[in-house]
T-cell receptor, first 115, second 112 residues
C-alpha cells in the first residue's frame, strides 16, 4: 500500500518569511495530492490540491509542486502570517485502487509563525 | 466552511462497549469516507461508502463497520471498544467522480 512521509515535523518561521513542507510517496500509481490545514481542535481544511498531470499549482500565497519521477511534492507558503500557524498534512490517493478514494496522510508538520 | 456535520462532538465509553457515530454529508455529495485520527497523527482511512455500498476499506478489524443511507448520511459503528480506539473520528464527503474530500468537525471518542 501507499506510504507517505512528511518533513519537517515542526517548523518555526518569522512572520513574512516563506515556509516549505515536503512529502514523499511510495506508490507511483498515486495521482491526487491534497494538502490540509488543521487548527487545534478543528477539522482538516483543504487548502490546495494537485493532480498528477500538473507539475505546479498556485493559489495566492500558497503553491504546491509535484515531481512524479522523484515521487515527492511540496507545499510552499510565502509571506507567512500568524494565522498560518497550524498543523499541515499532505496526502496521496490513487483512484484506480480497489480502496476507493482512500487518502493516505503524512504525519503532519506543526508550523509556528512568530510575529 | 463545509456542510459536513457529525454527531456527537464528544463521547466517553468504557472498554467492551459499542458506539455509533453519525455523519451528514455536504449537499450533493454521495461518497462518504471515515478516518481515525489518533493524537498527534495524521488521519487513517477506515472505509468509504458510495451509493450505500462499502467501496474500499483500510487496515481496520471487522468490529469497525458502517452504513450509508439513501440521503447519503452515514454511520460508523465500533463494537467491543478497546482503549486504543480513543481518537478523533472524522468523516469526509465528496462529489460524484471528484477526489476532493471535505471533512466534518469530527467526534472525539475516549475509551476508559
Amino acid at each position: 500500500g501507499e506510504n507517505v512521509e512528511q518533513h519537517p515535523s515542526t517548523l518555526s518561521v518569522q512572520e513574512g518569511d516563506s515556509a516549505v513542507i515536503k512529502c514523499t510517496y511510495s506508490d507511483s500509481a498515486s495521482n491526487y495530492f491534497p494538502w490540509y490545514k488543521q487548527e487545534l481542535g478543528k477539522r482538516p481544511q483543504l487548502i490546495i490540491d494537485i493532480r498528477s498531470n500538473v507539475g505546479e499549482k498556485k493559489d495566492q500565497r500558497i503553491a504546491v509542486t509535484l515531481n512524479k519521477t522523484a515521487k515527492h511534492f511540496s507545499l510552499h507558503i510565502t509571506e507567512t502570517q500568524p494565522e498560518d500557524s497550524a498543523v499541515y498534512f499532505c496526502a496521496a490517493s490513487n483512484r484506480e485502487e480497489s480502496s476507493g478514494d482512500k487518502l493516505t496522510f503524512g504525519t503532519g508538520t506543526r508550523l509556528a509563525v512568530r510575529p | 466552511e463545509t456542510g459536513v456535520t457529525q454527531s456527537p462532538t464528544h463521547l466517553i465509553k468504557t472498554r467492551g462497549q459499542q458506539v455509533t457515530l453519525r455523519c451528514s454529508s455536504q449537499s450533493g455529495h454521495n461518497t462518504v469516507s471515515w478516518y481515525q485520527q489518533a493524537l498527534g497523527q495524521g488521519p487513517q482511512f477506515i472505509f468509504q461508502y458510495y451509493r450505500e455500498e462499502e467501496n474500499g476499506r483500510g487496515n481496520f478489524p471487522p468490529r469497525f463497520s458502517g452504513l450509508q443511507f439513501p440521503n447519503y448520511s452515514s454511520e460508523l459503528n465500533v463494537n467491543a471498544l478497546e482503549l486504543d480506539d480513543s481518537a478523533l473520528y472524522l468523516c469526509a464527503s465528496s462529489f460524484p467522480g471528484v477526489e476532493t474530500q471535505y471533512f466534518g468537525p469530527g467526534t472525539r471518542l475516549l475509551v476508559l
